[in-house]
């Protein structure tokens, strides 16, 4: 490889040069576009536009100068006299561009080179300003504003040359307005309103003049031509009216002759139709017989058509009919089938739902009646052992458990007894009988009853309360002997109950 390499270091060479020299000229190649001039400096010096080029690379400059139209508002800083001395304004709108033009562009290159359009701007809007307010104080306020294309061409004459001198060209000049602190021009419009309205009246009145001179002239001719016009009419109508008569008088005599011959044609004539007519009408009545059986042999064919189409529709129209009926009724019966199915359905649930609820209402009638049997039944049962307990300790008590019977009403007694005296308001006592104080009298009533009502009660049921109260004392256990019969299992609490009935009556007799 490297004996290769030795043998061929020449071509080698010649290749790494021509590889090395292609991407030097691939790296200096360079396009211009058509609004943009490239400017190659160094080795040469050389302007390319719209246009490729080759820049030695490291050895040549390449620059940039836009093409370009630069818009500018020109307009006056401050106001500017005339010719005729009014102070104005002026307002501009100016395009520029940098000149294309070889000796132009050159002198661009060195003045704005990589400067930007804003500097460009600037310089030639104080260039264009400097020649605008020249032109003003050259042209009279009337010429200006009555000739703005004329100013226009004056200042870009008067600074093209200005600009050429830098490189740039004037592409458009077009005077946007002319203004005045004096109202000079609004006056000047004022006068030339007036002016164009004067003229425009005279003109108007000359022009009314004409046309009332056209008129008269114009009626006057209209009328000898109507006069010309209604002479020559009347002459023709009198020449007319005579031929009209030599007419009808040769008309007259013609139709005469006419009328005779006519006459005698006519009745000739009259006696040809006469036959022709009788002829005419013998021949309308064979072709009116054979009209007629001819018409009713189509209007029977008509009428056998007619009625046997008609058969057809309304036998058609029948069998659609029924067909239709049928499928109503077995759309009928199949929905009514369906609804009855539905209903037996329903009422199939409604019947199972029905007899589950009897079943279970009727479970909890049997529950219910079972319960309040079960307690009536344990309500007798217990009412039974509760009789029975009663019956036996009324045959083991014996007249103590009546005793003890009677001792518990002993209270209701007595307050019935003393009710009579609780319904008193007043007592008046007027005497006594001696025995002691009326209100003794009336206080001892009750006992009196008790005493009564003890005694009833002896004789009735044999059982004496008093000897029962008095059993238990200690005068009754020591001196006397008293015995109550049935008191021995229950003395105590017979006694006890004897006492607290006594006490109670002793109390309510005591109130009372």
């Known amino acids: 490889m490297l004996k290769f390499i030795t043998e061929n270091m020449g071509m080698v060479m010649s290749v790494i040069a021509a590889v090395v020299l292609l991407g030097i000229i691939a790296s200096g190649y360079v ?16 302007t390319i536009i719209g246009r490729s080029s080759i820049k030695i690379p490291f050895l040549e400059r390449l620059d940039k100068l836009s093409l370009k139209l630069i818009p500018i508002d ?8 005339t010719a ?17 033009e070889a000796d132009r562009l050159r002198l661009a290159a060195e003045n704005f080179l990589n400067q930007p359009t804003d500097y460009i701007a600037k310089v030639a809007r104080e260039v264009l300003e400097g020649n605008m307010r020249e032109i003003v104080g050259r042209m009279r306020l009337e010429e200006m504003v009555s000739d703005r294309q004329k100013f226009a061409n004056l200042v870009k004459e008067n600074a093209e040359p200005d600009l050429a001198a830098m490189g740039l060209d004037i592409v458009s000049f077009n005077v946007q307005n002319f203004t005045d602190s004096n109202g000079v021009i609004d006056d000047l419009g004022i006068d030339n309103i007036s002016q164009i309205k004067k003229k425009a009246a005279i003109a108007k009145a000359e022009a009314e003049k004409e046309i009332a001179v056209a008129k008269a002239d114009a009626d006057r001719q209209a009328n000898d031509a109507r006069i010309n ?6 002459i023709k109508n009198n020449e007319l009216e005579i031929q009209k008569a030599d007419l009808k008088k040769h008309s007259d005599t013609k139709k005469a002759e006419a009328d005779a011959a006519y006459e005698i044609q006519k009745e000739e004539q009259r006696k040809s139709i006469e036959v022709t007519a009788a002829e005419a009408d013998i021949a309308r009545e064979e072709k009116n017989i054979l009209l007629k059986q001819k018409e009713a042999e189509v209007m029977e064919q008509s009428l056998d058509a007619q009625i046997r ?3 057809e529709a309304e036998r058609f129209a029948r069998q659609q009919k029924a067909e239709a009926e049928l499928f109503e009724r077995q759309k009928d019966a199949e929905a009514r089938k369906f609804q009855i199915q539905k209903e037996a359905e329903a009422q199939k ?20 009646g079972e319960a309040e049997a079960e307690a009536i039944r344990a309500k007798g049962l217990a009412e039974a052992e509760a009789m029975e307990k009663k019956a036996e300790a009324y045959q083991k008590y014996n007249n103590a458990a009546m005793a003890e019977m009677l001792i518990t009403v002993l209270p209701d007694i007595a307050g019935k007894i003393a009710e009579p005296l609780t319904q008193i308001d007043k007592i008046t006592i007027i005497g006594s009988d001696g025995k002691g104080s009326g209100v003794e009298t009336v206080a001892g009533n009750v006992p009196a009853v008790m005493t009564k009502l003890f005694e009833a009660m002896k004789e009735t049921v044999g059982i004496d309360l008093g000897e029962i109260m008095r059993a238990d004392t200690y005068d009754a256990k020591v001196t006397r002997n008293i015995h109550v019969t049935g008191m021995e299992n229950g003395s105590d609490e017979a006694a006890a109950a004897l006492t607290g009935t006594v006490a109670g009556l002793s109390a309510e007799t005591e109130n009372t």
């Not at 005729?84 to 294309?100: E, G, L, T, W």
């Open 31 to 46: 396009k211009a576009p058509p609004d943009t001039a490239f400017i190659i400096s160094g080795l040469r010096k050389k």
């Open 74 to 81: 020109v307009k006056t800083s401050s106001a500017v006299p």
């Open 84 to 100: 005729d001395y009014i102070n104005i304004q002026v307002d501009a709108a100016v395009n520029v561009k940098i000149s294309s």
């Open 229 to 234: 016009s209604e002479r020559e009419i009347a």
């Open 309 to 311: 189409k008609k058969a």
């Open 349 to 368: 649930a409604q019947a199972e739902a029905d007899r589950y609820s009897k079943e279970q209402e009727a479970m909890g009638i049997r529950q219910v």
